[in-house]
């Protein structure tokens, strides 16, 4: 499980490296959405007792203590070891499992999702029936993500792929691969499916790049300056036609559960990039070869596929023109103190009553 993977990154990150980024920054700079009203007025809320909560260490635990005094924290350093511990717990931060939910299930009423995607812990039908508070990690994972889908722009764009093959063969070959097949990114245009926090960090990317923008979100049709048209979800194809890169940050929902397909390439220019940092299961996947093999498409580029790990087997691996990362376009040096800081601002408000940041829609799903 996705969630499983992400405590094995979390211990690779060790306290001392904490100091590299200044808390009041990060929360400005991500700009992360408050609750609508402070979690005193929620049904049922009370200042907790005891929360179980994802660490890294003892002086890490020792960090969110300071944060949430009066509160018994027990920290673990997996999501699996959360359900020990769960019983009578008032709310899991950092871990989110059956077990664990189901273990605190008479008095859990907060938890905080470790990752930006909730659709693993929404299928918990505790968390599914809207009775318990759901934060995530919205926005957290934007700057990474952001400039991973900038790499794989330009290395579509520029044909790198072609290069690394010639440097691999000892070839100076500047005839390789002809001089209109480079495409230039200032003027042209970049649809965003998605324009949450994670699309937002790629809209703001790609215009500084002198790229014009368009982008769909499911909520309203505003968004920030540097975008020129927002869509609602239902625009998505229209729009394809007059993108060059098309990028699919969208959350997975039953709506988006396999909404790229041959009919949606079929909409795209000939010449334009598709790239997912989404979900695997958002396309189907033998649509997606054929669009490439067929020349339907210029490339793709995927960090994200259905199943996970990726088998041998796949014909993805021998697409035409396609760059496969494997799900690791929110890894950075900083990722992590993102993470923490995001975390214990979180634990922070909540035990205090004040409002939280990043509530989840369980309804729509994000």
């Known amino acids: 499980m996705r969630l499983l993977w992400l405590c094995c990154a979390v211990a690779l990150f060790s306290f001392a490296a904490r100091a590299e980024l200044d808390p009041a920054r990060v929360i400005k700079e991500l700009e992360l959405r408050e609750s609508d009203k402070p979690a005193r007025e929620l049904k049922g809320w009370a200042k907790p007792k005891k929360i179980v909560i994802l660490t890294d260490g003892p ?3 020792e960090w969110f203590k300071a944060a949430a005094p009066g509160v018994e924290l027990i920290g673990v350093e997996r999501p699996i070891d959360g359900a020990k511990y769960a019983a009578g717990a008032d709310a899991l931060v950092g871990v989110c499992s059956t077990p664990a939910v189901n273990a605190a299930a ?6 905080h999702v470790p990752s930006a995607g909730v659709n693993e812990c929404l299928a918990i039908p505790k968390l ?7 934060t995530n990690m919205q926005r957290v994972y934007g700057p990474p993500i952001a400039e991973h889908v900038i790499a794989m722009t330009f290395y579509l764009a520029r044909n790198f792929s072609r290069y690394t093959d010639l440097q691999r063969d000892g070839k100076w070959d ?3 691969i002809a001089q209109t097949d480079h495409m230039e990114l200032q003027g042209r245009t970049m649809l965003v499916i998605g324009l949450g926090g994670i699309g937002t960090s790629i809209a703001e990317r790609a215009h500084a790049l002198g790229m014009k923008v ?8 505003t968004g920030p300056e540097y975008v020129e048209y927002v869509g609602l979800a239902d625009e998505s194809a229209e729009l394809a036609a007059r993108a060059d890169v098309v990028v699919n940050a969208a959350p ?8 790229f397909n041959a009919a949606f390439f079929a909409k795209m220019k000939r010449t334009a990039y598709f790239i997912n940092i989404g979900r695997g299961s958002q396309v189907i996947q033998p649509d997606l070869v054929a669009a490439l093999e067929n020349k339907v498409i210029a490339g793709a580029g995927l960090d994200v596929a259905d199943p996970e790990p990726l088998p041998k087997s796949s014909p993805l691996w021998t697409a035409p023109n396609i760059f496969i990362t494997p799900h690791v376009s929110s890894f950075s040096d900083l990722r992590m103190e993102r993470f923490w800081i995001v975390m214990r601002e979180n634990l922070r408000r909540y035990v ?15």
Do not use: C
Not at 128 to 134: F, T
């Open 352 to 366: 205090a009553g004040d409002k939280v940041f990043s509530v989840v829609d369980v309804k729509r799903g994000y």
């Open 252 to 259: 997975l929902t039953a709506e988006t559960q396999g909404m």
């Open 128 to 134: 599914a029936s809207g009775d318990v508070l759901v």
């Open 59 to 61: 002086q890490r635990l």
């Open 214 to 221: 368009i982008a769909t979100r499911n909520s309203g049709r």
């Open 106 to 111: 008479a008095t859990v009423k907060w938890v």
């Open 174 to 176: 500047q005839n390789a």
